[in-house]
């Protein structure tokens, strides 16, 4: 459920709002009384340990959870209009003997053209485009089970970003990606996100990246323990009482 804003505290820039989001499951309590403010243009990243509720908060704000509370977006100009979403789920598994690729996949998601029958040339030149965006082109051959873990967030994300989102938002997109292959992708959310202006509210649980691309870190256990800056937030008694590290380092 979605409720238009009722005052004018952000001005004309798009953003999204949640207010006491509480959310149970049967007897069990996930979140409780969870407020958030992302505005347009930021970076949010959500932590806390297994099983606090950060998937359960996003798919609230998907609108695939019932829940309790207020989520409120604005957009510019559409002030009381759903924005659209971009979603990247966590990294899905694919056997590396399927033959479906890159382009099959698009083709499935983006065209009723039955993908065994292969891309016609406009739905080839789209797909050259959506992978553009994450420099992605010499991918679209590919068979999407050899991909590594880095390639497939770039396929994923290049799909959630058509048509282009207000709000862009990862579910631990870093799982599964190396090293260097995790800066590879910050850089390119990062990108993404100051050439389109749209949102990121994403999952981790590698906060050696926060202090160079997240502009908010918001820390729930069940409930919202700290919200700030990545130095305010890594160096809190609050992230050191659940992590047992400071800095986000031991």
Not at 166 to 188: F, K, Q, Y
Not at 204 to 231: C, K, N, W
């Amino acid at each position: 459920m979605n409720f238009p804003f009722h005052d004018g505290s952000c001005g004309h820039s798009c953003c999204l709002r949640v207010e006491n989001l509480s959310v149970r499951i049967g007897a069990d309590a996930i979140l409780k009384d969870v407020n958030l403010h992302v505005h347009c243009g930021e970076m949010v990243a959500l932590i806390g340990p297994n099983g606090a509720g950060k998937s359960t908060f996003l798919k609230a704000v998907l609108g695939q959870q019932e829940y309790s509370g207020v989520i409120a977006f604005s957009t510019p100009g559409q002030r009381s209009k759903k924005p659209r979403i971009g979603y990247v789920p966590q990294s899905p598994a694919f056997d590396p003997s399927d033959p479906v690729s890159v382009a099959d996949l698009f083709a499935c998601c983006m065209s009723k053209r039955p993908a065994f029958l292969g891309l016609g040339k406009a739905m080839e030149e789209t797909v050259l485009e959506c992978l553009e965006r994450v420099h992605g082109e010499d991918l679209i051959h590919k068979r999407v089970g050899t991909l590594s873990g880095g390639e497939l967030q770039r396929v994923l994300l290049a799909l959630a970003l058509e048509p282009l989102p207000n709000i862009l938002i990862l579910d631990e997109p870093l799982s599964g990606v190396d090293v260097e292959g995790m800066a590879v992708l910050m850089d390119m959310l990062d990108e993404i996100r100051k050439t389109y202006d749209l949102s990121i509210l994403m999952t981790t649980h590698d906060f050696s990246m926060l202090p160079r691309y997240a502009d908010q870190v918001v820390l729930i256990d069940h409930a919202l323990l700290i919200q700030g800056t990545p130095e305010a937030v890594l160096n809190s008694p609050e992230f050191h009482r659940v992590f047992h590290m400071k800095g986000g380092s031991l």
